[in-house]
Nanobody, 124 residues
């Protein structure tokens, strides 16, 4: 089992910044990617950004150039620096950890874990 503890959410005005943290503990050897997802009221949960053990990153188009994901391997912690926040970024942000790999051409994900979520509210 992997435990994920998130922190850093809150209320900020448009144009402001927040930094989210996700600390992983437990069987972290069973995962190789940590990401942030968000879910706004009435919408599906969507990927915001992810980072692999090797440091490869992936971003949603809507946050490219504004958000930066990074990790501190010594602390097993992943950060999401969010700048130039917009009201459309308002959502509950969830940290997620999993193992992903390819078997031939098939992309597989297993050992999915979720944090409890942290609210980010951006006022206009």
């Amino acid at each position: 089992q992997v435990q994920l503890v998130e922190s850093g959410g809150g209320l900020v005005q448009a144009g402001g910044s927040l930094r989210l943290s996700c600390a992983a503990s437990g069987s972290t050897f069973s995962i190789n990617t940590i990401g942030w997802y968000r879910q706004a009221p009435g919408k599906q949960r969507e990927l915001v950004a992810s980072i692999s053990n090797g440091g490869s990153t992936n971003y949603a188009d809507s946050v490219k150039g504004r958000f930066t994901i990074s990790r501190d391997n010594a602390k097993n912690t992943v950060y999401l620096q969010m700048n130039s926040l917009e009201p459309g970024d308002t959502a509950v942000y969830y940290c997620s950890a999993h193992k992903e790999y390819y078997r031939g051409n098939v992309h597989l994900i297993e050992n999915r874990y979720w944090g409890q979520g942290t609210q980010v509210t951006v006022s206009s």
